[in-house]
């Protein structure tokens, strides 16, 4: 990434951690804004912070997050390389699930991050994250496989990493899921004009 979008994303962070606009900033130490680069186009979006995100500030650093880590090692990826951050910015009390309103208050960091970030994917971890761009599917039905969102974006939905640490079933799930994310993304990015093709002929989403 270059110098210009590091400076915007430290100032996307600083406007976060002054976010007043969910009632959650009261009982969090402090907003997670997101961590890493845009250098490889990869953008994962996870739920909520916890217990130890809230004291780091920074996303996935808890059990969560190390799994999360050796899914990415597994498949190549430098964390540093990716960027991270979550649908809320600030961790909900007893790590309860971000309510809706929480959700839509945190919307306009989404859009910010990318826009800043413009990434060639956003991985979606957790029903959370994926119903931002889905709403009412079920992550069981749609995991694991890319899918345009009806504003255009390149969607990949996966599991949550937390989800998967007690469920072997989900585990195996998450595992491969990031193999077809390898494949997805070993394969070049479509063009324009591939894009403008009829939806018949575009084998890449679902
Ligand atoms: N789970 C999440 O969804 N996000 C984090 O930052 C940590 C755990």
Excluded at 26 to 39: F, I, N
Excluded at 143 to 169: E, M, N
């Amino acid at each position: 990434m270059n110098d210009a979008s590091d400076r915007e994303l430290e100032l996307v962070a600083d406007e976060i951690r002054a976010c007043t606009a969910c009632p959650l900033h009261r009982s969090a130490r402090q907003a997670v804004p997101g961590d890493g680069t845009g250098d490889s186009g990869i953008f994962f979006l996870g739920e909520a912070p916890g217990y130890h995100e809230d004291v780091q500030g920074r996303p996935f650093v808890g059990a969560a997050g190390q799994f999360l880590d050796e899914l990415l090692a597994g498949i190549g990826l430098d964390r540093r390389k990716v960027f991270i951050t979550n649908v809320v910015r600030h961790r909900p009390p007893e790590n309860r699930d971000p309510l809706p309103d929480e959700i839509a208050a945190c919307d306009m960091w989404l859009h910010r991050h990318l826009a800043v970030l413009r990434p060639r994917v956003i991985v979606t971890l957790g029903r959370h994250a994926m119903g931002k761009f889905f709403p009412g599917e079920s992550i069981s039905r749609i995991h694991g496989k890319p899918r345009r969102s009806t504003d255009g974006l390149p969607i990949f939905p996966v599991y949550h990493p937390a989800a998967a640490l007690h469920q072997p079933a989900l585990r195996e799930a998450l595992v491969a899921d990031f193999r077809a994310l390898a494949a997805y993304l070993a394969t070049p990015a479509p063009t324009p004009e591939a894009e403008k093709k009829p939806a018949e002929q575009i084998t890449l989403f679902g």
